[in-house]
């Protein structure tokens, strides 16, 4: 299995599954969170991305919300023989506001942290959050309903 990251868990993890939209190139890609925390999440996905990479994300909340938030691609997992075509993407959240914030931590409320987070506290005070490299123009379509957070 080849993993590729930038290490910087900084917050408890919880097991969680809902469904996301994310928009690195001009078309949606869909995949399931297997895991959510603070300050990011990972899901899996059919396509290939690389670290570094700003993508915007559509949650589709289990509370039937919505939540439009942009990260970076922290990291990435090549699939596996249990899951082939599936790539696992971490992403870190990156300039949300505060009321994308305090939302997102309303809806973390309620969850269990797993068991590797034992220790850590229920949600710190994050650290300034990384700065998204300017999108390329391709990067996100126009129409897309994620393009305003690119």
């Known amino acids: 299995m080849v993993t590729?990251?930038?290490p910087q868990r900084r917050s408890p993890r919880?097991?969680?599954r809902m469904r996301v939209q994310a928009w690195v190139g001009p078309a949606p890609m869909v995949g399931w969170t297997e895991?959510?925390?603070?300050?990011?999440l990972f899901f899996k996905c059919d396509h290939p991305v690389h670290v570094g990479q700003t993508v915007a994300l559509r949650l589709h909340l289990n509370d039937g919300g919505m939540l439009d938030v942009?990260?970076?691609v922290a990291r990435v997992m090549a699939p596996t023989?249990?899951?082939p075509g599936k790539?696992?993407?971490g992403?870190?959240?990156?300039n949300e506001t505060p009321d994308t914030q305090n939302r997102w931590l309303r809806y973390l409320a309620p969850l269990t942290p797993t068991s590797s987070s034992a220790g850590m506290p229920a949600y710190r005070q994050p650290t300034p959050p990384l700065q998204a490299t300017p999108a390329r123009e391709d990067a996100t379509p126009v129409n897309s309903p994620a393009s305003a957070l690119v």
Not at 35 to 40: D, Q, R, W
Not at 91 to 94: E, G, L, N, S, T
């Open 14 to 16: 919880y097991s969680h």
């Open 4 to 6: 590729t990251s930038i």
């Open 35 to 40: 895991n959510v925390s603070a300050e990011g």
């Open 70 to 72: 942009s990260g970076l």
């Open 87 to 89: 790539h696992g993407v």
């Open 91 to 94: 992403v870190q959240f990156v």
């Open 81 to 83: 023989m249990s899951e």
